[in-house]
């Protein structure tokens, strides 16, 4: 297991270098950007560059991961289909090929012949990652590769990515929106329970160096049958009389905004973008609670950022069914089932919404707040 987490903490990097050169090469830039919409759509470019994108990472760390661990090939899913059908009909299933050149050569029939933006994107694919602290300490977990699946999210915060807002990030304060909201996501979790058990989280875009080019930041975490360890240390308490923080969606509902600006007070009630990034705000102490009423995420989102807030003792619950219990503490998001009443992907949302905190008093004192709303 201490293997497994290794294994996530290079592909994340990865990942991230993928992301960062999907920004930083003029041509795959250009491609990144660009909507092409009604006459301007080519009918041989199966689809945006930026679902490309995603595919690419996505299946980039599903083929690392089930080479070092073949058990695990059949669980190890993500936000995107690896099958790309363009307007002609013609369909590509985007892999990772043994080679540089073999990838290059897939690409290029996904974009159209563009050689350039392929060779560019396959580099970036075969590239050894720079080097990255994987130093987890002793970790000794009791389960193997076999009893455990993944959920990976590329690119979380996509719109974000595209739009590229650059911020200096302030030490202990919550950014509510950039390309710091953009997450690599990989999340373990225990086929028989749905427990999520391992996490791992990478922030490609964190700062820029002297030279202008962007560096990244990652965190990780493990909670497992008494194991429990994580990159990011317990924040400090609170001084005593210190009100509630809440973050959430700008879309979230009225009611629950109301009901949350008078626990907290207005301006203790925050709105971030990405749902990743919300509960990386939780983790880091910059906000108590990430509270949505609305089933907008999804296993892929969550999963490994929950693995995180067990480590620390928090965790996340289903928003709708912690309202209609007095343990809410008991109601934790599951990994494993699919919701099979709901068609393609929102078999796997979140379908009651949720509430990620790291204390458990402060969910108590929101959801009783919540269960007085209107
Ligand atoms: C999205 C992304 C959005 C979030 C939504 C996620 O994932 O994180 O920002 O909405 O819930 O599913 P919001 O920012 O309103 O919380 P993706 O970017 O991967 O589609
Ligand atoms: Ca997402």
Request: glycine share 10%; charged share 20%; aromatic share 6%.
């Amino acid at each position: 297991m201490a293997a497994l987490l290794k294994v996530l903490l290079r592909v994340a990097e990865k990942a991230a270098n993928v992301a960062r050169v999907c920004r930083q090469e003029a041509p795959l830039f250009e491609l990144l950007v660009q909507e092409k919409t009604g006459d301007d759509k080519n009918k041989k470019f199966v689809q945006d560059f930026k679902t490309l994108a995603d595919v690419v990472i996505q299946e980039m760390i599903r083929h690392y991961v089930g080479a070092e661990f073949p058990e695990m090939g059949g669980f190890i899913q993500g936000e995107e289909s690896n099958k790309f059908e363009n307007g002609l009909g013609e369909s590509v299933v985007v892999t990772v090929c043994a080679s540089e050149t073999e990838t290059a050569a897939l690409l290029e029939a996904v974009l159209d012949g563009d050689s350039t933006a392929a060779a560019l994107l396959a580099k970036a694919i075969h590239q050894d990652p720079a080097a990255v602290d994987t130093n987890t300490g002793d970790l000794s977990i009791p389960h193997s590769p076999s009893e455990l699946g993944i959920w990976i999210d590329p690119i979380d915060a996509t719109s974000q990515y595209i739009e590229g807002r650059e911020m200096v990030l302030e030490e202990g304060h919550l950014s509510p929106s950039g390309l710091h909201c953009a997450l690599v996501l990989i999340g373990v979790y225990l086929r028989s329970t749905g427990e999520p058990i391992m996490g791992v989280i990478n922030q490609p875009f964190n700062y820029k160096d002297p030279s202008g080019r962007w560096q990244g930041k990652h965190f990780w975490g493990v909670s497992c049958e008494g194991v429990r360890a994580c990159s990011v240390s317990l924040p400090e308490s609170p001084a005593e009389g210190t009100g509630l923080r809440a973050v959430l969606s700008s879309s979230e509902k009225p009611a629950v905004k109301k009901a949350l600006a008078s626990l907290c007070g207005p301006d203790n009630v925050t709105y971030a973008s990405g749902a990743g990034y919300k509960i990386l705000c939780v983790i880091l102490g910059l906000a108590d609670l990430y509270v949505l009423s609305e089933g907008s995420t999804f296993k892929w989102d969550s999963c490994a950022p929950h693995a995180l807030l067990r480590a620390l003792g928090g965790g996340i619950v289903d928003y709708t069914e912690s309202l209609g219990t007095p343990e809410p503490r008991g109601a934790q998001l599951t990994y494993h089932q699919p919701r099979t009443q709901n068609k393609g992907a929102d078999c796997w949302a979140n379908q009651g919404g949720l509430v990620a905190y790291l204390d458990c008093k402060a969910l108590g004192t929101a959801i009783e707040a919540l269960n007085l709303k209107p």
